[in-house]
């Protein structure tokens, strides 16, 4: 029996949504290209995956993966102090956009061929958003089960 690989790692930093391509025209082709913001997310997300593996000796994973993020928002600063600290203590749902489903192409897209070879490979997601002190984005990737 081998052991399976666990890649943990946090991304401080506020998540970005998955934005719809731009399409642009060239020569007769039609080109979709990724929003600047986007792609600048999914290649932060990336290196820091990559450096992550190399710290912790993770190689790129190869079969089955499940995925596990959580996505943490800051709360308004224009709301009180106590409306503030009540939705970091979780009494406060994050129900705001944007939509957990465009938060978790985001980081998948970035950690393609990085973390495992292929998003193709992920037979499992678990993904909650919430309030906390900082945005950041706490990933747990680990090898499933064939």
Known sequence: MTNKQILIFTYNGRAVAQARPRFSAWNGYVKAVDPLKNKSFKEAVGAMALA?????H???MTGNVCVQLHFIFSPPKSWS???QKNAVDNHIAYTVKPDIDNLIKGVLDGLNGIAYEDDKQITCIQAQKSYGETDKIIIIIQEAEE
């Open 52 to 56: 992550e593996m190399k710290r912790q």
């Open 58 to 60: 993770v190689e790129r």
């Open 81 to 83: 102090v106590k409306k």
